[in-house]
Every structure is written in C-alpha cells, then in structure tokens.
C-alpha cells in the first residue's frame, strides 16, 4: 500500500489535558466520525482503540501515548493521545515534539486543572500551534463561563472563543459557532447535528463574539486590518489565513466546545483542523544541531526522527518516527546520525492503536512506525547516506522519584542490568544509576504511578520479579575542630618489615582560610572530590623526617579512609590536611606502610576533631490549588522542610521550600492523596547542611551496630 496523503493533507494532532479530562473519548470520535471504526468504544469499559493496554484498562486512564489517524474530507489527520497525569510527561513532550497542532482540553467541572499548566509550559517550548476544548459540557456541574475565564487568566486573552453552549449540564445538545454564525442541533446520541439559524435570543452576544474573533484574526496581520477597516468584515478565506498564520506565531488560540464521549462537536472541530490547523510543511522548517534549518519537503533528503520506541511481547522493539523531509520507502537503508549505523527499513506501518497496517512508503510530514531496528532508539535522526542530518533532540524532564531496586531471586542481577538498560533505551525520563557509594540500584522517575509502570514492565516483560526498597541517603561527614595525631604502623614477620609512621594535623576547610598556623609548609595540593568538596594536602615535613616519596602514600591512605568515613560511612568532604613529622626505616619503610599509616592517623584525628554529618538538602516548589495549600504546608513541616515563600500564580499557589532528602520518600504518593491528584512538584538538589545532634547520634549508633553484625 503506497501512502495515501502527500505532505499538503496531512495534519498531525496532539490531543492535550488533565487525566479525566477526555482526550481518549475525543480520539474515539474521532475515529468513529471518520468511520475508521463502527462503534465508539468507553473509556469506563476499557474498550476504546487508544487505551489497548491492560494496565490502563485496569487503571481506568491513559499511561502511554498512542498513534491513529482519521481521515477526513481528504485529509489525513495523525492524532496523538496523551496521558494527563505529570508522571507520563515523557509520554506528552515527545509527542508534542512531532505535533503541528495541539488541543487542549479543559474539564467543564473542574476548570483550569494544574496538569494543565504544566502541559502548558511544554506547548511554550515547542510553540504548538493550540486549540482549546472546553468538554464535559454535559456534566451536572459544568460551568463554561467560569473554565473560560480561568483559561484566559492562566493562558493569556490570546484564547477567542469560536464556540458556546446554548444550554450545559445535562440540558446540553445546542452550540453556536461564531466564526461560521450556525446553531449546531445534537440528537441525545450525538453526532452530525442539524445546521440551524442563530435564535434571536441569542443573536447579540454570537455577534458580538463574532466581532471579537474577527478583529482578533485582523489585529495580527496589517493586510487583514486593512481589509477589515475597508468592509467591516472579513470572508471565509480571510479569516482561514489569518488564523492559521495566528496560530502558528502562537497569537491567538480558539475555544471550542464538545462533549468528547457524546460525540457532540468532535466533527466540526475536525472540520477546523483540516480546513485551517497548519500541515506540517506549513510549520516553521526543524532546527539541526548545528544551527541550519531541514524544511518539510517530500522532495528532500529523506529524514526521520524517532519520538517513542515501545518493546511488544512477540514483536519485539517498535520505533515511531515523523518524517521530517524527503520520502521513506519499505526496503530503504538509511544512517542513523548519532550511531553512524546504517538501518534497513524493512517493514513501514501506520499505526491505529495496537493494530498496525503495511504501507509501502510515507512522504514528509507523515508519522508512522517501523519494527527492529539494531541500533536506534529515541532521540535518534536517521537520514539517507551521504547526509549530515541531525534533528535537535527532545529535552525530558529530570526526574522526581528515586527507589532502590533488586531482584527478588538472586542469581538474577544480571537479567535485572539487561532489562533496566532496555527501559532506559525505551523511556528516556526514566534514569539509572549503580551506587557503588549506596552499593544499591537506584532507579530515578517521574512519581509512583510511573514506577509501578517499570515495575509491571520488568515483571511481565522481562520475567524478573523485582522488589523496591528505600534508597539510602548520601550523607556527607565533615568536622568542625583542629586535631592532632600520629600512628605508627609497624609490622614484622621475618624478611623485610613494614614501618611508618606519621603525625599529621586535619582542620575543617574553608576558602581563604589562613595557612597552617605554626607550620613550615613546604607544599601544597588542592583536590575536588568527585563527591563534592575538597580535601587540601599540605607537606610540612622539617629535616626529611619522612622522605618526600613516601607523601602520596600518606595521601593515598587518606583518600582511602575519605571515601568512608567513621561515622556513618559516607564520603568525608571539606578537610585540610598537614602532615607535620614521622619517621621512617632505612630497610622497612614503604609505600603500603605510609598508606596504612596516613590512613589510621587521618582516623583518629577525625574522631578527635568534633566530626559532623551532613545531610543532603533539596529545594522544592509545589504547585497546588489555593484551597489545598494549607494542607501542604502542614505535610511539610512533618518534613523538616524550610518553606522559604508562597506566591499565587492564577487559581494555583506555588510553594518554595528547601526540605532534606531523607524525608521526601513517597512524597509523590502523598503529594497526590493530599491533593487528589490536582497537585505538581519538582525537586533540584541545593545543598549539604547539618544533621540535627539527636539524628547524628542515631545514624552513628545505628552504623556501628551494623558494622559489629557484619564482623560477628
């Protein structure tokens, strides 16, 4: 099957909002008004074409972000559904990433939802092109007047109304459009609707409204002003280029309405997607990586970009890719630019769901999905050979979440590495580290619901079963005090000794610190500490006590004894140390008794100078509806957390605070039973501080009984 649609009729859509907020009722409308599909499927039911996967049937909301199309008075229309909940943001950017148009949809019962903003801001990076949707129009507790308002105060006035309910709530079956001036009449079952002069009653505030949205188009473009000063209005085809060119400079941003899951309004907005959204060749041209634009033509060089990669029992890995410029081709060998690994291109689909149909070829603009390919995951440009293409990449966000995770079977470390680097290969916003400071896997994500997901993954997948644990904290030691010491390390067990000793001087470090106070320095070493800090090294040896070869010995044991340090076994950070005096032995003296020697002296002169645990301090912003920010707060202090200033942005407040990491575990669950879910935080390491004293001496205790079990 050759492609269909050249790059002029096709659209690709991303459908945008908070869970609950009906983006999969929407899609299946629109599948159903296309009659790609004979019956709406329920999102209750688990029966739509989007939500395919067992675990969103069970969870009753999208988790991943699907690929179909709707075809659409000669226009193909690729349509991206998205997950709402913040923990799937990786889900939502990638397929903003390939969208030419976005739609917004606002729950008419709950207005402005925080999971809005924060797609919003995602929209800002891209500049998606953007429609807003105001659903559930139906709903008993739907309230249009209030959802477009907040909308207009949290997005800008940018938003013009091109529709609005005669009626809402259950009564709800009647929209006028403004731009077009025609009552739409829904039967209970929705569908095509009858097309019906504006009724008197309601003929003032539509005029008034139609006034609005045209000089909204007039006002971004002087030809249109003029033309509309000239004849007090504007035609069909005026107003459909100056829309899209509004849209595409992000200058204006339609409103319309829909009860997604009646079918009532979804054919006119796809009407307005086909007949004025930009196609993508209409968009501004990609940016490379090397600052030269790549333009939307099917008779370019052949370049696809790969947003999504998803791992199928019994299929195997499948890219989803947008061709950017050129015409992908079944058969075709292109290179990949960031591996420089050339890929067969064996088999091309479009893709409806979880059901895939053979194409022979996809033009620029187009997005589809190809089956194993060796050596290429998200992020990826491949192009055709004798090109230097590379798309700039998708940008995730970092993550929120961090858990320790081991196989609940040993013996299965190994299948456990394989498994974790296919999900990192597969889901970008998923990050893993191998501790060997905690000796844990530390898998770091979005939230929980994103970590059940790895969890099902890994279990059903892969056929691990895995168990999550509480990751350690890294604490840092440091002292706060002078101290003197000196150790003699002596060994003798016939033959050759070993003998070294050392008398050495540590102090607390701080920048422009004076030197060494009564002191003969003979040399200096600064060291940053892969963990952080410093550590200062100074010789002052008088009258070769301790032969200068013998120093980076001393240090060595130093280091060593660093990277645990006595109180709890965390990196020591923050030190100067002089060595002052020792002694050596014409024939015992070597490197390892120096190293040995450092190393016991640096011990007892640590435990001698007030030693100090810190804690690793994050900073926190919340964004939370006004009326739950007192419960917030409240859950915080429970925290230790330091709430350094409340602001309100919209109906929304925006708490700051810096808060120890060792209180934030299952923050995230907390955060969304608090809040039912309408609640979004982000977390960026700041600082080390001080353990509290009763802390320190608890997490001191509870080392040293554990390292007297280990030695029992």
């Known amino acids: 099957m050759s492609a269909e649609f050249d790059t002029n009729h096709v659209k690709n859509i991303v459908l945008l909002g908070h869970a609950g907020s009906g983006k999969t009722s929407l899609a299946e409308s629109m599948l159903f008004e296309a009659g790609l599909i004979p019956r709406r499927g329920s999102v209750a039911a688990g029966t739509t074409t989007g939500d395919y996967h067992e675990l969103e049937q069970a969870r009753g909301n999208s988790i991943f972000s699907k690929l179909m199309h709707s075809k659409w008075r000669g226009y193909k229309i690729n349509i991206l559904d998205t997950p709402g909940y913040d923990d799937f943001a990786g889900e939502v950017i990638s397929a903003l990433r390939v969208a030419d148009t976005g739609v917004m949809l606002l729950n008419a019962s709950m207005g402005v939802e925080v999971g809005t903003d924060i797609i ?80 008197d009653a309601e003929k003032e505030k539509a005029e008034r409204l139609h006034k609005e949205l045209v000089e909204a188009v007039a006002s971004n473009d002087e030809t249109l002003m003029e033309h509309y000063f000239d004849k007090g209005e504007l035609d069909e085809d005026e107003m459909k280029e100056g829309m899209k060119k509004a849209m595409i400079n992000h200058d204006l941003f339609p409103l319309f309405c829909l009860s997604a899951e009646r079918n009532m309004g979804s054919g006119r907005l796809m009407g307005f997607i086909d007949n004025v959204c930009p196609s993508a060749n209409e968009m501004p041209p990609q940016k490379t990586l090397k600052g030269s634009t790549l333009p939307c033509d099917a008779s370019g060089p052949t370049c696809i970009f790969v947003y999504k990669t998803v791992t199928e029992p019994h299929v195997g890995e499948m890219s989803f890719f947008k061709v950017y410029s050129g015409v992908v081709k079944s058969g075709m060998e292109l290179v990949n630019e960031n591996t420089n690994v050339s890929e067969k291109i064996n088999q091309l689909f479009i893709v409806e769901g979880n059901k895939r149909t053979n194409v022979n070829e996809l033009s620029a603009g187009d997005i589809g999905a190809t089956l194993k390919l060796r050596n290429t995951h998200v992020n990826n440009t491949l192009h055709e050979k004798g090109k230097d293409i590379e798309l700039v990449p998708i940008s995730f966000p970092p993550p929120n979440m961090s858990m320790a995770i081991e196989p609940v079977n040993k013996g299965e470390e190994d299948k456990l590495s394989q498994a974790l680097h296919q999900l990192v290969d597969e889901d970008p916003t998923v990050k893993v580290e191998i501790s060997p400071e905690l000796k844990q896997t530390i898998i770091h994500c979005q939230g929980d619901m994103h970590l059940a997901v790895i969890k099902w993954k890994i279990e059903h997948l892969a056929k691990i079963e895995v168990r999550f644990i509480r990751p350690k904290i890294a ?32 102090e607390p470090f701080t920048e422009g610190m004076p030197e060494p106070a009564g002191l003969n320095v003979r040399g200096r070493e600064t060291h940053d500490l892969p963990w952080g800090g410093k550590l200062v090294y100074y010789n002052c040896i008088v009258g070769g006590a301790i032969d200068v070869r013998f120093l980076p010995s001393i240090m060595k044991g130093v280091m060593e004894k660093m990277q645990e340090g006595p109180l709890t076994g965390s990196y ?32 007892q002169a640590f435990r001698e100078a007030d030693p100090q645990l810190l804690e690793p301090i994050y900073k926190l912003e919340v964004m939370c509806p006004e009326d739950l920010t007192g419960a917030v707060m409240g859950d915080l202090q429970t925290r230790r957390a330091l709430v350094e200033g409340m602001e309100t942005e919209g109906q929304f407040s925006k708490i700051t605070a810096k808060v120890p990491i060792a209180e934030m575990f299952e923050y995230s669950s907390s955060l969304r039973s608090i809040t039912q879910g309408r609640a979004k935080f982000k977390m960026d390491f700041d600082s080390y501080v001080v353990v509290p004293y009763e802390l320190q001496k608890k997490l001191t205790e509870d080392y040293n009984k554990h390292a007297v079990m280990e030695e029992a």
Do not use: C
């Open 120 to 199: 919003w801001q995602y929209t800002e990076q891209f500049k998606t092109p953007m429609i807003f949707a105001v659903n559930q129009l139906d709903h008993e507790q739907a309230d249009y007047d209030k959802t477009v308002q907040q909308a207009k105060e949290h997005f800008g006035s940018k938003i013009v109304v091109v529709q609005y309910p005669v009626q809402q709530g259950a009564g709800f079956h009647e929209i006028i459009d403004v731009l077009r001036m025609t009552l739409y009449k829904f039967h209970d079952s929705g569908g095509k609707p009858e097309k019906l002069p504006i009724p």
């Open 475 to 506: 604490y840092r030691e440091t002292i706060r005090k002078s101290a003197d010491a000196q150790y003699r390390h002596k060994k003798q067990s016939g033959g050759a000794g070993q003998f070294g000793e050392v008398h050495m001087r540590i």
């Open 572 to 603: 020591v950070r923050d030190i100067r140390v002089s060595v002052f005096d020792g002694k050596m032995h014409p024939v015992d003296s070597n490197d390892i008794s120096f190293k040995l020697a450092g190393l016991q002296a640096f011990r």
